[in-house]
């Protein structure tokens, strides 16, 4: 992942040098008033100086530059909320108010520069937000996965302040995003499941994810191996000391809504197929299925090729094919709501998948 510059955008061109100006004439000041004695006399020797007013000076520039600078900051902040700011830029004031050190500085200096941080904390949210609700009502007609992008943003701010809230126990903010999260959760939900249906998929092509070997990322297990060859094998091996292991596909990590294809043949144990992973791969958290014999989702023979259809669209999740029709009605909105498709093999497991392929709706 990149990582966003930390506040820089923020400061340009002339102001750098202003701040460049003032910084030196406040350091010559204090140089300057730290080498006069109270009676206008020559400066006391280095070696006679009370060491605590020493500290105290070198300390000063410091302090002082980093209040300036936390002072620009904010006003820099400030002013672009009242200059009718675009949904970019409220973007990036939303990544800068929530930066740890410059909450850090606001908290250290207090006082005003604390009060406006405060007031930006609160204001730059609410106002970006806005934005992103706009741009996804302007998309709400749209007739095509890309289409819906303004939808994305909207989600993933909503989730992570709701989830904030709720880590930090702030029972108003939950209280503000509960509602926004249900509203926008549902609302998408009933426009991929009418757009997305067998007619459109249909026109999209297919992406031969294990083509792109390069593209997998493991979780290891020191029981577990995996190889691309002809397919895909995943063998764990059995014990008290195995521990499970699997694959993900990295590069579907912004994924939402998709469906796969798969040939997978299981010869032993059981495998757990997971899609929009999020933080992990867990079922608490993740949307998936468990194919085996024994306690598994979707019950399997041993030796036999399934050719299955697994579709991850909205709320949600369905497996077709040879059989089988099983789904998840209503994935909890709790669960990822993006993320890569991702394969885990339990303890004593044989399976080999020779077809595994993609259509990305949204």
Known sequence: MVRRPRIGWLVTGGRTLATGIVIVFVMNTITRASEQTPGGGEPPHPEKRDPA???????????????????????????????????????????????????AQATDAGGELLTLYNKAA????????????????????????????PYAPLEDTIRLLLHEAMASRDKEAEALYQPLWRNTYTEINGIVAKLF??????????????????????????????????GLTLVN???????????????????RDYVLEIAMKIDSGSVVFYTR?????????????????????????????????IS??????TVTGDGIAWSEENIKPTKSRKGEVGIVAHAGTTATITKLRARLLR
Do not use: C
């Open 237 to 255: 091996e059995p014990g008290g000391q195995s521990r499970s292991g699997g694959v993900s596909y990295t590069r579907a990590d912004t994924w």
């Open 312 to 317: 991850t669209i909205g709320n949600q999740m």
């Open 53 to 103: 007013e020493i500290k105290k000076v070198n300390a000063a520039p410091g302090t002082l530059i980093k209040t300036l600078s936390l002072k620009q900051k904010l006003s820099l902040i400030e002013a672009h909320l009242a200059s009718a700011p675009t949904t970019e830029i409220l973007g990036k004031l939303f990544t800068d108010v929530r930066d740890a050190e410059l909450k």
């Open 277 to 309: 992973i999020g933080d992990k791969m867990d079922t608490k958290e993740t949307p998936g299925f468990t194919l085996g014999t024994k306690n598994a989702t979707i019950p399997i023979e041993y030796g036999k090729t399934y050719n299955l259809v």
């Open 197 to 230: 249906d067998d007619a459109y998929q249909n026109k999209v092509p297919w992406t031969d994810l294990l083509a792109d070997t390069s593209g997998w990322t493991v979780a290891a297990s020191s029981s577990f191996k995996h190889t691309f060859d002809a």
């Open 122 to 149: 609160k204001e730059v949210p609410q106002r970006y937000l806005e934005a992103l609700r706009a741009a996804a009502t302007a998309a709400a007609s749209a007739t095509t996965g890309e289409a819906l992008g």
